[in-house]
């Protein structure tokens, strides 16, 4: 009798227990907010206002108010469980905008939803043709990943497990002067040059080299968090590198550590596949990875501002070229004579170009 006693209160002690359970995660239920974006013919260009309706749901509990965030930063409140309000796109950056709203109850319970809108750029690419000014040799062994100019020396930095390395060509008679072979395992990737240090990505190993410029020494390496690393140049401050993704990453050439990134559009969509790097007059260039087209990135706000088409650029000079060839990649500025010169992977040639409007 007292085991069916004791059974008895224990079922009831039980029960009580799971009914407040229940009412209790019952009485917590968040607020949920949806947020409507309206996109006109489905595309918001810089300059556009962006519309935005919130509705917030309350299930239990009494609205309090509801906070906005825009890309992370406190944008407004509303004590409105529905709210309307407009976001100014001119000072923007383009690329994917990211907004929360995270309401909250006066029992101080919070709930939070997210969207986002990719920003278009407001601007039509000026258009750029070509003109070879000269045509110079080029080792048809180097699967080129990075070029650059310093003090009237070519350097070059080249792909591929077992091949990877770094030369530099005298530009007065086209002789490589010094090379330095990457262990195997390495995919040598992107080079820059930056206070006498030359950078070296690599491709999917997630490191980096500084070397000395002169002795091309190893001084020592970096990790970076990218999945790749593709391209590689600096403004004079900051290294900047991409990834074969539509992102550009600035970072600090001391401690490595990401400052900012861009995500890079034109006025159709995001532009991806950014490749090999070259940052002249204050414009980042870019090879777009299996075409013939470099363009001209603002580093501020991610707008592509030119295309350059370089169709048929090796085709017009190939010379009964036999052994494999692969894409265009490879920009190199000489800011001394204010020269351009461009080539690929494995080409037989490398090319002072001129850039010229296009008509169309």
Same mark, same amino acid.
């Given at each position: 009798m007292r085991n069916l006693s004791v059974f008895i209160l224990l079922f009831f002690f039980t029960t009580f227990v799971l009914l407040n359970c229940a009412q209790s995660t019952k009485r917590n239920r968040p607020p949920v907010t949806s947020i409507n974006i309206a996109q006109k013919n489905g595309k918001i260009s810089v300059g556009n206002k962006v519309s935005v309706n919130l509705k917030t749901k309350i299930k239990d509990g009494t609205f309090l108010n509801t906070k906005i965030f825009l890309d992370g930063v406190l944008f407004k409140a509303t004590d409105k469980p529905e709210y309307s309000f407009e976001i100014e796109t001119s000072t923007l950056p383009v690329g994917t905008h990211y907004i929360k709203a995270l309401a909250t109850t006066l029992e101080g319970i919070s709930g939070e939803n997210f969207s986002d809108f990719l920003l278009l750029s407001d601007l039509t690419p000026q258009k750029f043709n070509y003109k070879i000014i000269k045509a110079y040799p080029h080792n048809i062994e180097h699967f080129t990943e990075g070029l650059e100019i310093r003090k009237g020396f070519l350097y070059e930095g080249t792909g591929q497990e077992g091949s990877s390395a770094i030369y530099k060509t005298d530009l007065n008679n086209w002789k490589t002067t010094k090379e330095y072979k $990457?262990?195997?395992?390495?995919?040598?990737?992107?080079? @820059?040059?930056?206070?006498? *240090?030359?950078?070296?990505?690599?491709?999917? +190993?997630?490191?980096?080299?500084?070397?000395?410029?002169? @002795?091309?020494? $190893?001084?020592?390496?970096?990790?970076?968090?990218?999945?790749?690393?593709?391209?590689? +140049?600096?403004?004079?401050?900051?290294?900047?590198?991409?990834?074969?993704?539509?992102?550009?990453?600035?970072?600090?050439? &001391?401690?490595? *550590?990401?400052?900012?990134? #861009?995500?890079?559009? !034109?006025? %159709?969509?995001?532009?991806? &596949?950014? &490749?090999?790097?070259?940052?002249? &007059?204050?414009?980042?260039? %870019? !090879? #777009?990875? @299996?075409?013939?087209?470099?363009? *001209?990135?603002?580093?501020? +706000?991610?707008?592509?501002?030119?295309? #350059?088409?370089? *169709?048929?650029?090796?085709?017009?000079n190939l010379l009964n070229q036999s052994s494999p060839i692969d894409v265009l990649n490879g920009i190199a500025y000489d800011k001394e004579k204010n020269k351009i010169y461009v080539t690929g992977k494995l080409w037989p040639k490398i090319f002072e170009i001129e850039l010229v409007k296009s008509v169309n």
């Open positions: $990457l262990d195997q395992q390495y995919f040598g990737e992107g080079i @820059t040059i930056l206070n006498d *240090k030359l950078y070296q990505l690599t491709y999917k +190993t997630q490191i980096g080299f500084v070397r000395d410029l002169n @002795t091309f020494e $190893l001084l020592k390496t970096w990790t970076f968090k990218n999945e790749q690393g593709w391209g590689l +140049t600096n403004d004079g401050k900051s290294l900047i590198m991409s990834d074969g993704t539509d992102f550009i990453y600035f970072i600090d050439s &001391n401690s490595f *550590k990401e400052i900012r990134k #861009i995500q890079v559009c !034109n006025q %159709a969509g995001v532009v991806q &596949n950014l &490749n090999e790097l070259e940052y002249i &007059n204050g414009e980042i260039w %870019a !090879n #777009i990875w @299996t075409t013939d087209k470099i363009v *001209k990135i603002n580093p501020e +706000t991610g707008k592509i501002t030119a295309e #350059i088409d370089l *169709k048929g650029l090796l085709s017009s």
